[in-house]
Structure formats: structure tokens, C-alpha cells
């Protein structure tokens, strides 16, 4: 059974707040500077032995979400996905290397839309049926990292503040998961 509410699939981001909407503001000045600082850091970790984990804890050190993943897909869509990286997390909910299936309530829609997905409130039922979702997770992003059309894989935040995301942080997340997608 699908544990999101049914609804109609719509332009990225789909917003869960019991009603959907569709968001282009453009961001402000100082998401751009994030944006530009963060994209000469990525250059510097092309070499990096573990790339996605040093971009997450760069993403940790300048930004205060509860906690951030990335979970790869190294065979497409099909497969399942594979936590590559972590960090701020509580301990124990979720192990790198753990496989997760394309199914999960809480990435389905991004896995079968290649969209981003935006929970502002998160209800019991998905957080008990999702490892990836904490107790103290209210509001989450689920980001896409595509390649042409390729799902490669995708960049979860989590806020433990209900409605945790501005617009202009769904278009950051986007514009930076566009940046990983061609390094």
C-alpha cells in the first residue's frame, strides 16, 4: 500500500502539506555566494577519496540541518539504493552501505519522478515505515542528482523544524545536486 496521500504529479518540487504547489522564486544573494563557495570546494574534492561524504560534512559545517545523506544508485533505477554517506544523524537509524529499496514511501516519488520531494510535516505512519526518517525529522528534502535523465542518486535533508525548508533551499539543493551530477 502506498503510505504518501494519493495525489497529481506535478512540475519538481512537490510540496506535502495536504495541498501541492509549485515553486520558482529565485534566490536570494547569499544562496548564491553558498552556492559558488561550495561549487570551488566541489572542484577541490573531485580527488577526494570518499566524494560524497566530503561534501556532506562541508554541507554540515555551513548549514544547520539535522542531518543529510546521499544514497547512490549504481545500476539505475531499478535496483535498489545504496547509502554512500552521512552525516548528523542519530546513531544506529541508518549504516553506510545500507541498501534501501526503491519503494520506500518517502523516495518513491523521487526514484519513479526523478523530482524533488519536499515533506514540510512528516506524519507518524511514514516515519515509522522509512529508516531513513529520524524521530526528531519534521520537515525533509529528497533531491534528485541526474544525469541527463539518469537517476544516479539522491540527497536527503532532514530539519526537525516543521516547514525546516524555504523555497529558495529547494532551489539551492537543486542547483548544487545539478553540480554533483557533472563531477
Known sequence: GEIL?????SRSPVVIRGSFQVMAPIPPTSSLKLLNALSIR?????????FHQSILNILKSELSYEGIQFWSLPSGVSSNARLDAVVGREEGLVELGQALSPSDSVLAYVFQKKE???????????????????ERT????????????????????????????????????????????TV
Request: without cysteine.
Open 116 to 134: 524533488s520531494l519536499l515533506l514540510e510535516t512528516i506524519p507518524h505512519e511514514v516515519k515509522a515505515s522509512s529508516p531513513i526518517v529520524s
Open 42 to 50: 566541489l572542484q577541490g574534492l573531485l580527488d577526494s577519496e570518499n
Open 138 to 181: 519534521h520537515s525533509l528534502l529528497a533531491t534528485p542528482v541526474l544525469r541527463g535523465t539518469e537517476l544516479l542518486g539522491i540527497l536527503v535533508i532532514e530539519s526537525t523544524k516543521e516547514k525546516g525548508f524555504a523555497e529558495t533551499d529547494v532551489l539551492f539543493f537543486e542547483a548544487l545536486t545539478s553540480q554533483m551530477a
Open 5 to 9: 496521500p494519493s495525489f497529481v504529479w
